[in-house]
Antibody, heavy 118, light 111 residues
Framework: VQLVESGGGLVQPGGSLRLSCVGS????????MHWVRQAPGKGLEWVSR????????DYADSARGRFTISRDDAKNTLYLQMNSLRAEDTAVYYC????????????WGQGTLVTVSS | DIVMTQSPLSLPVIPGEPASISCRSS???????????LDWYLQKPGLSPQLLIY???KRASGVPDRFSGSGSGTDFTLKISRVEAEDVGVYYC?????????FGPGTKVDI
């Protein structure tokens, strides 16, 4: 059971990037799936979550209108499309399963680094 | 948004001695369904966070029994009965009773 993120890299301000998170050992569509980020040397910031469809999506204010979370069940993959990127979006982005569940099933990926700089 | 605070922010510890971290929320983390939505995570140096405690007081699978969580409403505590060298890192509390989920600022524990 694990999550593996990819898609990070260096992007210019105003640019776009799509992060991916592949799950193995379980089906992503059975859980709320989340993106959480951590700016260099800083704490954890929740970004977004997705469950079954567009009616079950939430965003932090910092992400709403610029980021889009989605899932491909055939690929068992969670995505985060990030547009209009800013320097303050620079962070390690973690994919996480089941945050806050009463069953204690939370797991995190290893993270992928996004750097927004000219 | 629910604001999470932690104290202390830095905690020097001695192996074999107990340690305690406090977490407070600006609103109650007791849901109308009767469950508490408070998790504790440990982020060891260079690694991603790992779940220690969920529902305020339940140990996650594989977590040593020297870790315990307690509290209700807005005040919570994580205790380590006897600190070991492998316990160093940053401890975060997180509320999941409402979105946006929010984390405490973290407590850095080192030997």
């Amino acid at each position: 059971v694990q999550l593996v993120e990819s898609g990070g890299g260096l992007v210019q301000p105003g640019g776009s990037l799509r992060l991916s998170c592949v799950g193995s050992g379980f089906s992503l569509n059975k859980y709320w799936m989340h993106w959480v980020r951590q700016a260099p040397g800083k704490g954890l910031e929740w970004v977004s979550r997705f469950y079954s469809d567009r009616s079950n999506i939430d965003y932090a204010d910092s992400a709403r209108g610029r980021f889009t979370i989605s899932r491909d069940d055939a690929k068992n993959t969670l995505y985060l499309q990030m547009n209009s990127l800013r320097a303050e979006d620079t962070a390690v982005y973690y994919c996480a399963r089941a945050l806050g569940y009463q069953s204690g099933e939370s797991i995190w990926g290893q993270g992928t680094l996004v750097t927004v700089s000219s | 948004d629910i604001v999470m605070t932690q104290s202390p922010l830095s905690l020097p510890v001695i192996p074999g001695e107990p340690a305690s971290i406090s977490c407070r929320s600006s609103q109650s983390l007791l849901h109308s369904n009767g469950y508490i939505y408070l998790d504790w995570y440990l982020q060891k140096p260079g690694l991603s966070p790992q779940l220690l405690i969920y529902s305020g007081s339940k140990r996650a699978s594989g977590v040593p029994d020297r870790f315990s969580g307690s509290g209700s409403g807005t005040d919570f505590t994580l205790k380590i009965s006897r600190v070991e060298a492998e316990d160093v890192g940053v401890y975060y509390c997180m509320q999941a009773v409402q979105t946006p989920f929010t984390f405490g600022p973290g407590t850095k524990v080192d030997i």
